[in-house]
């Protein structure tokens, strides 16, 4: 009697659809990642045509923003003359910290505890029997 199906439709070990099945997983697969593609990126193009002309504003007021910081990053300024407060260059700030850096001795960021003093065991007295505390009785 012959077999159900012959070696040569199917791979050992494998049912005789499952070559048919993996190609229409991978052509579903092709498909789907098509149309995503499609839905995303090709789909006549912006759909809100002044979120260009908000990006070229977002662009223009961010390099405004940073040359401006650059600017006081850079320069010297009265920042509140009445209480003597002033802007410096950031070269010229870090170099007055490191100076009051390297100025001062280094110490422990955090409280050293000191151990307590141990005593010795011959100074404790000993405890006494009489004076345990009387049973409970109801």
Known sequence: MPPAFSNTTAQAGKPPGFR?????????????????????????????PQEAQRAELRIKTLAELRAHNAKNLESYAWVDRAKG???????????????????????????VATPLPVA???????????????????
Do not use: C
């Open 20 to 48: 048919s099945f993996f190609v229409w997983a991978m052509v579903l697969l092709l498909l789907f990642g098509g149309a995503t593609l499609w839905l995303t990126h090709w789909q006549g193009g912006d759909a809100d």
């Open 120 to 138: 010795s065991a011959t100074a404790l007295p000993a405890p006494s029997p009489s004076a345990s505390p009387a049973p409970f009785t109801p």
């Open 85 to 111: 407060s002033v802007q410096i260059p950031i070269a010229e700030a870090m170099k007055l910290v490191l100076a009051d850096i390297n100025k001062s001795q280094p110490r422990a960021a955090y409280p």
